[in-house]
């Protein structure tokens, strides 16, 4: 069968790195890809929101199946288009991607359906944030209502941050319409855990845990980034846990979005806090997430198509996902200055040492293919991800790794994956 991946990123590499695996797949193409996925799949010069070219280039080479790994096109229509178009699509459909694309909506959906999250506030004026700042108890959080790369949360640790925060997000519109409308929730302290499920409408599976490194520099401090590296499984993530995220979360998610008429199928991303009080959810995506899928994926055991095929067919109970009994890490290599400024086009050295190395991975995230060799084209340019039949042999094997591979400007936490000691 012939496979269509819509993206360019980490994520959609360590997708089609699964995908290739697949005895089922015999052609992958990626639209618009890098130079990493070009490795394994015909990469076509497609942007990810040019949906009349994608739903054309799919009809033209007769995909079987295309997988939608972005936030931006899932959040914009692009499944409703190729399924209008009669093409077979895995993601959800705009109203239910909602889900991640309005985060005053996802914070009404837990309210109503009585699912634990922070308490909060949504606002579209500024004016009446600052008022409400005002009895607000500090730290805070604020939170762009739409999709700004995973950059438009703010905590913010005194009244004056705050309303500088409103300011920032409201008024001079740093993440852009994202911040027209703007959540103020309690701050919440605890582990963060990130929690991936595969969704059919009605039944979920939940993958492997794992937690994201967001901050860009060592001890969890500078700027939020799209994440600077992750590990899996979670060792705060314990049985207790778990049992109570399937009985007041995840499921209880899918059914609301059925109940508001939204069915979800895909795959929903639950960011939790696991505070004194117990998990609360801190978000949802609508997809995987990126670098969380450079080390679930590569622990998955199942064929990915068939786990994909049961979502679209509504199937998904019969599908028993396992995963390795071992672990896996993730070290980006960013560009230096990332996420704020940073320069592009770094030949990149020492990919090949990753060939042919069993347990080891090198996701490309922002790189491209020219005449003089693959180059540095992002803030994050490549996900080295490791396993280990522990955490701690995994982050061992994953920082000996990125030893292996570099360019200039070349930029990692040295702490990914440190709270492991504490567990």
Known sequence: ???????????????????????????????????????IAECVPIGAMEFGKLVAFAREKAVDLTIVGMDDPLVGGLVDEME?????????????????????FSKDLMKKYNIPTASYENFDDPEKALAYLETSKMPVVLKADGLALGKGVLICQTLEEAKEGVRTIMEEKKFGEAGS????????????????SFVDGKTIQIMSSAQDHKRAMDGDTGLNTGGMGTFSPSPFYTDEVDAFCRKYIYQATVDAMAA???PFKGVIFFGLMLTEDGPRVLEYNARFGDPEAQVVLPRMKNDIIDVVNACIDGTLDRIDLVFEDNAAVCVVLASEGYPVSYEKGFLIDGLENFDGK??????????????????????????????????????????RATEWVSFANKYMRNDIGKAIDEA
């Open 358 to 399: 069993e347990g080891y991975y090198c996701f490309h995230a922002g790189t491209k293919r020219t005449q003089e060799g693959i180059v540095t084209n992002g803030g994050r340019v490549l996900g080295v991800t490791a396993k280990g039949q522990d955490l701690k042999e995994a982050r061992a094997n994953a920082y």
């Open 84 to 104: 209008a178009a009669g093409l077979r699509v895995f993601g959800p459909r705009k109203n239910a991607a909602i889900l991640e694309g309005s985060k005053a």
């Open 260 to 262: 508001e008429g939204r």
């Open 181 to 196: 409308r703007m959540v103020v929730e309690e701050f919440m302290t605890g582990r963060e855990v990130s929690v991936l």
């Open 1 to 39: 069968m012939k496979v269509l991946i819509v993206g360019s990123g980490g994520r959609e590499h360590a997708i089609a790195a699964s995908v290739a695996k697949s005895p089922q797949v015999d052609k992958i193409y990626c639209a618009p890809g890098n130079a990493g996925i070009g490795q």
